[in-house]
């Protein structure tokens, strides 16, 4: 079955860097898009940044533009975020998704995604 586990949070103090991980198996990696997305306490889960099948289409919220980065390894099955100077309002649980097919209302759209992983805590605090 699909299962995606994600790994690499913890704490960080503000303006240091993370760099999650989602390893990927129970399907073929490469026919598929990646979405990683982020629920901080008593709010809504939200889209960060997404990649293509193919890698040659990212997005990013504007909150995080700039400062994140979203890969893939087909080799590794594995999608990456590299998060650089990060804030404290950068704190939630971080979850990789992934559509079954090309999400049609946007990228950012969670109810697009069938696929998620459990999700790993980043802490950005002093």
């Known amino acids: 079955q699909v299962q995606l586990v994600e790994s690499g949070g913890g704490l960080v103090q503000p303006g240091g860097s993370l760099t999650l991980s989602c390893a990927a198996s129970?399907?073929?990696?490469?026919?598929?898009?990646f979405g990683w997305f982020r629920q901080a306490p008593g709010q809504e889960r939200e889209g960060v940044a997404y990649?293509?099948?193919?890698?040659?289409?990212?997005n990013y919220a504007e909150s995080v533009k700039g400062r994140f980065t979203i890969s893939r390894d087909s080799a590794a099955n594995t999608v990456y975020l590299q998060m650089n100077s990060l804030k404290a309002e950068d704190t939630a649980v971080y979850y990789c998704?992934?559509?079954?097919?090309?999400?049609?209302?946007?990228?950012?759209?969670?109810?697009?995604?069938?696929?998620w992983g459990q999700g790993t805590q980043v802490t950005v605090s002093s």
């Open positions: 998704a992934a559509p079954s097919y090309d999400p049609t209302t946007g990228w950012a759209d969670r109810d697009e995604y069938d696929y």
């Open positions: 129970g399907f073929t990696f490469d026919y598929y898009d």
């Open positions: 990649i293509s099948s193919s890698g040659s289409s990212r």
